[in-house]
Nanobody, 115 residues
């Protein structure tokens, strides 16, 4: 059974930083061979793509986070990361790790940015 377990969320002030992690495990699931992504969903809003990273390491970041967030991965640790800097109140959301092509999702980690 594949598991994606996020961690690293929390409460931070505007301008602060957080680093989210997503540990993958189970059924020979390796992030090195998959496109992995971070999504987020704020209350009353649709889920949106934050960033993705291909198996080869190419990345794409949403315009709303470009220059502030960085997606990365450690294939040896089978772990996906999202470094979030210069956080804004509008970044407040539940953040989800996913292997979208395989429809695997984590349970989410809450990020709350206070003014």
């Amino acid at each position: 059974q594949v598991q994606l377990v996020e961690s690293g969320g929390g409460l931070v002030q505007t301008g602060g930083s957080l680093r989210l992690s997503c540990a993958a495990s189970g059924s020979s699931f390796t992030i090195s061979t998959r496109t992995m992504a971070w999504y987020r969903q704020a209350p009353g809003k649709e889920r949106e793509l934050v960033a993705y990273i291909s198996s080869g390491g190419s990345t794409l970041h949403a315009d709303s986070v470009k220059g502030r967030f960085t997606i990365s991965k450690d294939n040896a640790k089978n772990t996906l990361y999202l470094q979030m800097n210069s956080l804004k109140v509008e970044d407040t959301a539940m953040y989800y790790c996913a292997a979208p092509a395989s429809a695997y999702w984590g349970q989410g980690t809450q990020v709350t940015v206070s003014s």
